[in-house]
């Protein structure tokens, strides 16, 4: 084999190893993440909004940049809000941040469900969604849970 054929040769399995290794990226462990307040709020035009602040916890030894989040709210199975990222966040290294997400509520369907959370002082709910996070990977999600009508209205401020 020629010096010139070798060359390129060994130059495509270069070539080929790194594309190889690229591929293999390791894909990030889900963030934990934790309600820590949920506000209503008024626009401008008096639409109303839930703001809603997320204690994340990222488990992975590296930062993570979050791009956008979107998220669908249910409580007592009934769909209340569509949900999206306010501002792109970074999760540092093996740490916690705050994140706030915008929630555009359903006034019908919420009206709806506090009738039904009252007359037995809890409500189940369940979030679920995608993030997308560095380099376009998309995180799924999903939370599910009962929470006392105390403690829901525990984390109104």
Do not use: H, W
């Amino acid at each position: 084999m020629s010096e010139m054929k070798l060359s390129r040769l060994v130059l495509l399995v270069c070539v080929l190893a790194c594309a190889g290794c690229a591929s293999l990226a390791t894909r990030p462990v889900p963030p934990k993440v934790e309600v820590d307040a949920v506000r209503f709020a008024l626009t401008a035009t008096g639409e109303a909004r839930i703001r809603v602040a997320l204690d994340v916890q990222n488990p992975n030894p590296y930062d993570i940049a979050v791009r956008s989040i979107d998220a669908a709210f249910r409580i007592e199975d009934v769909p209340v809000a569509t949900a999206t990222l306010l501002n792109a966040a970074t999760l540092p290294a093996s740490g916690r941040t705050y994140v706030e997400i915008e929630a555009r509520p359903d006034v019908g369907a919420l009206r709806e469900v506090l009738d039904r959370a009252l007359r037995k002082l809890s409500a189940s709910y369940e979030i679920t969604g995608t993030a997308v996070v560095q380099d376009g990977v998309r995180l799924e999600f999903r939370r599910r849970g009962d929470i006392a009508l105390t403690d829901l209205l525990g984390r109104l401020r």
